[in-house]
């Protein structure tokens, strides 16, 4: 069956970094779009960035732009997050998910990231 186990959340300082992982397993990695997700406390879903099969295409939220890059590798099943400039509004479950932004089919259980000081 389909998995997406997230790891690599936690507690950091405004201004610091994080780099979030993605491992996927139970399907053919390497042919689908694959999307990271926030959802805030007491808010909905807000899609954060997109990258394409090959990991050529990316495309980003423009709350992130700049300071998040996302990437894969195809070899090890792996999507990954690289967050910089971290926000208290960056404060969130990120999950990964099979598809683009919130249009899913799929999805892990989430990792926390809190920026507070």
């Known amino acids: 069956q389909v998995q997406l186990v997230e790891s690599g959340g936690g507690l950091v300082q405004p201004g610091g970094s994080l780099r979030l992982s993605c491992a996927a397993s139970?399907?053919?990695?390497?042919?689908?779009?694959m999307s990271w997700v926030r959802q805030a406390p007491g808010k909905g879903p807000e899609w954060v960035s997109i990258?394409?099969?090959?990991?050529?295409?990316?495309t980003y939220a423009d709350s992130v732009k700049g300071r998040f890059t996302i990437s894969r590798d195809n070899n090890r099943n792996t999507l990954y997050l690289q967050m910089s400039s971290l926000k208290p509004e960056d404060t969130a479950l990120y999950f990964c998910?099979?598809?683009?932004?919130?249009?899913?089919?799929?999805r892990g259980q989430g990792t926390q990231v809190t920026v507070s000081s």
């Open positions: 998910a099979r598809g683009t932004g919130l249009g899913y089919d799929a």
């Open positions: 139970g399907f053919t990695f390497d042919v689908y779009f």
């Open positions: 990258i394409s099969p090959g990991g050529a295409s990316t």
